[in-house]
């Protein structure tokens, strides 16, 4: 697959993300697979994962500042 934004090749990663779940809330997703731009860093997600994402939101604890949860598919 081609990168959307510089062209080059996109890769197969396993990296962390941050996600805004509310205005004072936070939560960082671990050992989540995405595929990453060779050139640019451009991540991308696929819809099995995106929609695994959206489950663990849903269920985070909105009252904590921060929380970091490993992706589990």
Same mark, same amino acid.
């Given at each position: 697959?081609?990168?959307?934004?510089?062209?080059?090749?996109?890769?197969?990663?396993?990296?962390? !993300?941050?996600?805004? @779940?509310?205005?004072?809330?936070?939560? $960082? &997703?671990?050992?989540?697979?995405?595929?990453?731009?060779?050139?640019?860093?451009?991540?991308? !997600?696929?819809?099995? @994962?995106?929609?695994?994402?959206?489950? $663990? &939101?849903?269920?985070?604890?909105?009252?904590?500042?921060?929380?970091?949860?490993?992706?589990?598919?």
């Amino acid at each position: 697959m081609k990168c959307h934004i510089c062209g080059a090749t996109m890769k197969a990663a396993v990296t962390a !993300l941050p996600f805004k @779940v509310s205005e004072t809330s936070i939560v $960082i &997703l671990k050992e989540l697979p995405v595929l990453q731009c060779e050139g640019c860093s451009e991540y991308l !997600l696929d819809d099995p @994962v995106m929609k695994r994402v959206d489950e $663990i &939101l849903m269920n985070a604890d909105t009252t904590a500042e921060l929380e970091v949860i490993r992706y589990a598919a």
